[in-house]
């Protein structure tokens, strides 16, 4: 299984657990197809908000 990354949460205290965790989430992520450049705008402009003047 995947070793230990320090970026990534600890999901379950049991090591073991964790590490099949985050092997089934790169597993999927791997399977999913690429975003396509409408895709990656609408992401861009969810996450990309002008702050409000206080």
């Known amino acids: 299984m ?7 949460p600890v999901r379950f205290a049991d090591p073991a ?18 975003l396509s450049n409408e895709q990656r705008a609408a992401i861009r402009t969810a996450f990309h908000r002008p702050t409000s003047p206080r």
Request: no cysteine.
């Open 2 to 8: 995947s070793e230990t990354r320090p970026d990534r």
């Open 17 to 34: 657990r964790n590490a099949a965790y985050w092997a089934r989430i790169e597993r999927i992520v791997d399977s999913a197809p690429p």
